[in-house]
């Protein structure tokens, strides 16, 4: 009955919760600590700086983790499931929709959910640099990641560079930013509690899941998914939750061929209108990318297969910051107790902000802004969501309202 319970609660929250991860954790802190008071708010708390410092989708790794305490592995499943399938629902009906956008006014809104793009991840950059960016040496490493990713399109260097900000943080930031922690028990009384055994089958499976696929000893993703490497590669690598997916998901997609850049853009703009994680995404490119493959290999589009697709790209992105929060969860306290970890994520929280940026303007800005009709579309949008804080699915309508009244008047 428990593990039902947490379902319904979770998908509830799938279907309502829209505005990003950071309005999904107030959403969850509303609905477990103060409704249900299934958590203190210290418990809670500790969730988050969990979930906050890990690579994975920070709102999705909170929910998973609620799932995991209050009703161990079958709630932990119930909890994702119930948070992610509307968003992947209603994120392969738009894909299925895409054809419908073929006439001017289609291009139009496509080209409205571009500007929204934008104006997201403006918004998400200027609020990660003030609460990321408190020391000098951070706004640095920021630079440094920034420069990095114009300058380079490979995504091992990308990754190395980050773990490098990390390690630089670790060693040359001497004042801990993260001084409050405890070391008292967090979860004792919880029915479900979990050892060191847990961290090391976790930890095992993430590391040993990292070599089947991304090192591919056995040439195991022909049996499987041949994405399923650079999904679970995004997943494993993305400190700072949704947003900072984006560059590894394009990567993935556009990079490769997969998807054109206007097609991806348009998702993930789609992504941002829809309740629940921003991870989904993966499920629209899944989608997106094996209809594709199956247009370049010359046969008939098969539905069921490219579905599939959806469903695992799905499960690839989200694996990985799951099994980290299982793994690390055991022994959180202990671990987040020494100063030199907490140092480490300060210097890779930063270089997430860089990361960011560089997307921010490339590909985003380069391609959604091309007119001065868009910068005043991108402007009135985001004073609208970050001054006036009205709700994404106002500004999803500004901005393809606006859009298509600005191409009627050039006809």
């Known amino acids: 009955m428990r593990a039902i319970e947490i379902f319904w ?47 994975g989708p920070a709102s999705s790794q909170v929910g998973f983790a609620i799932g995991l305490l209050r009703g161990g592995w ?36 496509l080209h409205g959910l571009a500007i929204l793009t934008f104006i997201v991840v403006l918004q998400a950059v200027i609020g990660m640099s003030k609460q990321l960016l408190t020391v000098p040496l951070s706004w640095i490493i920021a630079v440094v990641m920034f420069c990095v990713v114009l300058l380079t399109s490979a995504l091992l260097w990308q990754v190395m560079a980050l773990m490098l900000c990390a390690i630089v943080s670790s060693g040359l930031l001497k004042k801990d930013t993260q001084e409050n922690h405890s070391d008292a028990p967090m979860f004792s009384s919880f029915p479900h509690k979990f050892t060191l055994t847990t961290t090391w089958l976790a930890a095992g499976l993430f590391v040993g899941l990292f070599i089947v696929l991304i090192g ?30 984006l560059p590894f998901l394009e990567q993935t997609t556009v990079a490769q061929g997969l998807v054109s850049q206007e097609v991806f853009l348009a998702g993930y ?41 959806a469903l695992l790209a799905t499960l690839f992105v989200f694996l990985p910051g799951f099994l980290l929060v299982s793994a690390i969860l055991p022994i959180s306290q202990k671990l987040f107790a020494y100063a030199f970890v907490r140092r480490a994520f300060v210097g890779a929280n930063a270089a997430v902000v860089g990361l960011l940026a560089a997307t921010l303007y490339d590909p985003i800005f380069t391609h959604a802004i091309q007119s001065n ?31 298509v009244l600005f191409v009627s008047m050039s006809m």
């Open 74 to 109: 079958l709630g932990a499943t119930l909890a994702f499931i119930g948070f992610t399938l509307p968003s992947v629902l209603l994120l392969l009906l738009f894909a299925n929709s895409l054809s419908l956008l073929d006439s001017w006014v289609g291009q139009a809104s």
């Open 269 to 309: 703009g789609a992504t941002q209108a829809v309740p629940g994680p921003m991870f989904s995404f993966a499920a629209y490119l899944g989608y997106m990318g094996e209809l594709h493959q199956q247009l370049v290999n010359g046969g008939d589009t098969n539905v069921s297969n490219a579905v599939l697709a």
């Open 216 to 245: 591919n000893p056995f040439n195991f993703t022909q049996y499987l998914y041949a994405q399923a490497p650079a999904y679970y590669a995004s997943g494993a690598m993305v400190f700072g939750g949704g947003h900072v997916v």
């Open 9 to 55: 609660i979770f998908l509830k929250l799938g279907l309502t919760s829209f505005g990003g991860p950071v309005a999904h954790l107030a959403y969850f802190r509303q609905a477990f600590v103060e409704n249900r008071n299934w958590f203190s708010e210290a418990q809670y708390a500790h969730l988050l700086t969990i979930c906050q410092t890990i690579p």
């Open 373 to 403: 009709h868009d910068v005043v579309i991108a402007g009135i949008g985001f004073i609208a969501l970050s001054r006036f804080k009205a709700p994404v699915l106002v500004i999803v309508c500004l901005c393809i309202i606006v859009k």
